[in-house]
């Protein structure tokens, strides 16, 4: 029996649509109507101010920059839970996975712990170097690295898995070492799950707001620059910026996903 004889009823794909349309709306009405009370004199002035530019432009350069450390740091840990066997694996990966059971607010205040003015690391950086994770684009980073890295290990992970082990037997049995291996057979072949990875930890980095507003209130980044105008101006400001920010971001968004999937989007079954 051929997988096109097992296609669902009409009647549950109604059903499941008729759902699936109520999740839809509650993701799409909330975001639909702040962009509808906006008026193009309020986002011109908006976007007009300096503040509110360097804001959005602070963070897409952060995002941009956690999403390259998450590739150095997450890919190779990926690779290792795709293809390796050792005792603890089960620990390593339930560690991949704690920053997404830990709220915001305590990953920002546990991080000054480590890089902060006391932090071991903080303390060690600044006294030789100068350098400081508070109030700079360092302490953005490595707050956005905490709550977003999850996101590049788990779909990297999954596309070297997705590569049959077979054919970099096949590389080794022709002469390649294992980085040639890698590098030539096995991450050409799973780079959709990579790039997967790397652009969601570019979507969650962008939006962090918690764990940066704990460490590094300032620079401020655009999440942190909408909270700050909704408390001195009210929604009207704050509204305006938030649909400014969210039209750059999901563009960049939508084009990293076109890179990743092109016109198939995301993978699924096939028939």
Known sequence: MTAKTLAPSRSLLLAFWLIGGVLLAFILLPLLQMIANQSPA????????????AAI??????AFLTAALAGILGVPLAYLLARAAFPGKGIVEAIVDLPLAIPHTVVGIALLFVFGRPG?????????????FWGTLGGIIVAMLFVSVTYTVNAARVGFESVDPRL???????GAGPWSVFTRVTLPLAWRGVLTGLTLTYARSVSEFGAVIVLTYYPMTAPV???????????????????????????????????????????????
Do not use: C
Not at 43 to 51: F, G, K
Not at 120 to 132: F, M
Not at 168 to 174: H, I, P
């Open 57 to 62: 432009v602070l963070s897409l350069q952060a």
């Open 225 to 271: 620059k909408i909270y700050d105008l909704f408390l001195q101006f009210g929604l009207d400001d704050s509204s305006a910026m938030a649909v400014l920010f969210l039209a750059v971001a999901l563009t960049l968004f939508i084009v990293f996903r076109y890179l990743a999937y092109g016109r198939r989007g995301a993978p699924g079954v096939r028939a």
């Open 168 to 174: 970099e037997k096949v590389a080794r049995t022709l």
């Open 42 to 53: 309020r986002l011109a002035h908006v976007a007009a101010m300096e503040d509110v530019r």
């Open 120 to 132: 071991w690391i903080g303390a060690s950086v600044n006294a030789l170097t100068g350098y400081q």
